[in-house]
Every structure is written in C-alpha cells, then in structure tokens.
C-alpha cells in the first residue's frame, strides 16, 4: 500500500492522541504527519519526534493525502469553509473525529464527491488501545483498506452504519470516562476498607483490565463471568444486590441515554 501524509487538523486532546499512536504504530513515519493548532506550545513533545506542527491549515491540508479533523464540531464548519477550494478529491481523504458532523455536512464543507469517512476513536489511541468505530462514503477501495488498517494499529476497529455514529460516540469515546468513574469509586471504596491509594489504585485498574480481557479473549457475556464470581450466601452478590439497590446499572444506562440525546436533541 503507497505510504500517505497525514495532516491532523486542531491538535488538542484527540489530535495529539491521535497523533502519539500513529506515532507508536510507526505505520506513518514522523516526517509523514502534520498537526496544526493556533498555539503551539502543548504540541512540543510531539515535534521532538519529528512530527511537523503548524498554525496554517492551508499548507498542512496542501500538502496530505489524508486529512484528520479533530477541532470542537462548534469549529469545523467556521474552519474548513475557509479551505473548500484547497481539497482535491482526486487524491485526498478528509477524516472526522468530530461529534455530530454528518457525511453530508463534510462533503458540503470539502465539496461534492470527496472521499469522506467520520471515525469516532477514544483517548485510549494514544497507546493504541481504542475503540474505533468508522464508516465512509466516496472513497476509493485502497482509501477505505487503508484507513481501517491505520486504525487497526490504533487499537480494535468495527464498520458501522453512519446513524449508529452517535451511539458510537457515547459508549465507546464518552465510555471512557464513565470507566475511569467506575475505577475512581472503586479506589475510594478500597482506601475505605484499607488500602493506600496507590495500591487500590492498581488493583482497581488491573482488575477492570482483566474483566475486561475475560469478555473480549472469551467473547463471553458479562453475566456468565458474574456467575463464576458470586458464591452462594457469599460477599460478591451481597455487594452487588446493595449497588443494583443503590442504581448501579440504571444509573449508568440512564447517564448513557442522556448523553446520546446530548449529541442528538443539543
Ligand atoms: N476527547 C475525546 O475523548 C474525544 C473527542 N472527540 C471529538 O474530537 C474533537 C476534538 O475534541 P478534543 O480533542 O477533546 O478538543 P480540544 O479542544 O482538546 O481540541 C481541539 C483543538 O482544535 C484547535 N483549534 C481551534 N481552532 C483551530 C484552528 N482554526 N485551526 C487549527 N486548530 C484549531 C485547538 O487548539 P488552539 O486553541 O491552540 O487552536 C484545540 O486544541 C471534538 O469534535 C470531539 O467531539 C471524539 C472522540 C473522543
Ligand atoms: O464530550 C464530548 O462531547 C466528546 C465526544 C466524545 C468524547 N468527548
């Protein structure tokens, strides 16, 4: 496959997430990616690797194959309008990591029939471990083998129908959060019963980890591993029945449902 230049427009948390993992990955070589910001002092580290870091949109968008846009959806629009005539859908790909900006309203921005695909990462990419959903529209068969391969090294990839992006927004990127939530409960529970927290630190963290890998290694469902935890009259379920009592599971179905009409009602 013929190597491509990246430029990553708005190099803020998932920018510069975004640009680490590439990095990592060595799929794109340093000198291959360009990541633009108005203020570039928190791009230094990624400079120091030989990522190119730049203020000109124009020039970055010139100069790729594959353009990443990462700014606050409240930007793309006011930003992009600027660079319509600068997109060559001939040869380029414009990527939206942006929440809540239809197919339609890149290729309204970067002009009828341009290749278009909105994937919806989390910060996990930093380290190559995300969870990407994408979907794409006009693109060439070597443009859509390659950008699932570019995520592919960034972490687990799955193809999903543009209307789903949304729901893929909030339990895959918004997920992240709501994750670390559950590990930081667990870590006040654990200094509660004894643990400095460093230590229940590690093991809160290690132990969703695991959880984790148990469903994904087995592809199980959840309950059949809650099974092998819970002995009869034991401490697991008597735990669990006081959290389903307090509104474990329907306060975090309810926090998912008011994130999504978030991004759907505004
Ligand atoms: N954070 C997350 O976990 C996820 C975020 N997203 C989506 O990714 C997008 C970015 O989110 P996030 O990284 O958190 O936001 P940030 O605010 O951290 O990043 C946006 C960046 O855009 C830069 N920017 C603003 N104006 C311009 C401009 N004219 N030209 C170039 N760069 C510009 C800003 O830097 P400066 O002010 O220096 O220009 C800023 O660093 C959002 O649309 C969000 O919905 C999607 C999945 C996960
Ligand atoms: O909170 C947000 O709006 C963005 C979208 C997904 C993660 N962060």
Redesign the pocket.
């Known amino acids: 496959m013929s190597a491509k230049k990246i430029a990553i ?7 510069s997430a975004i640009a680490q993992g590439v990095l990592k990955s060595g799929f794109v070589s340093a000198s291959d990616i360009i990541i ?4 570039l002092a928190t791009l230094a580290g990624l400079q120091q690797q030989g990522v190119q870091a730049e203020t000109d ?1 124009a020039r970055a968008i010139a100069a790729a194959d594959v353009i990443i846009v ?4 409240y ?1 793309v629009k006011e ?1 992009l309008s600027q660079f319509k005539s600068a997109f060559d859908p001939t040869r380029q790909m414009l990527v939206s ?3 809540g900006v239809s197919m339609d309203e890149l290729e309204q921005i970067a002009g009828k029939g341009m290749p278009v695909v909105r994937a ?4 996990a990419i930093a380290i190559q471990e995300s969870m990407t959903c994408i979907c794409h529209r006009n693109t060439t068969a070597e443009q859509a083998v390659w950008i699932k391969e570019l995520f592919d090294q960034l972490g687990v990839t799955v193809s999903i129908d543009e209307k789903l992006m949304d729901a893929a ?1 909030v339990l895959g ?1 918004c997920g ?1 959060a709501y994750a670390l939530r559950f590990i930081r409960a667990s870590i006040q529970g654990g200094i509660e019963i004894g643990f400095d927290v460093q230590t229940a630190n590690l093991i809160a963290a290690q132990t969703v980890k695991g959880a984790a890998a148990l469903l994904i290694s087995g592809n199980r469902h959840p309950e059949e591993e809650i099974d092998k935890v819970t002995t009869p009259k034991g401490c697991t379920i008597a735990g669990l029945n006081e959290m389903e009592h307090q509104g474990f599971s329907s306060s975090l179905i309810k926090g998912i449902t008011v994130s999504y009409n978030k991004i759907v009602k505004g």
């Open positions: 427009i708005g190099g803020g948390n998932l920018g633009t910001k108005r203020n949109n990462a700014l606050k959806p930007n930003v990591v942006v929440t919806m990462p989390n910060t927004t990127a992240i």
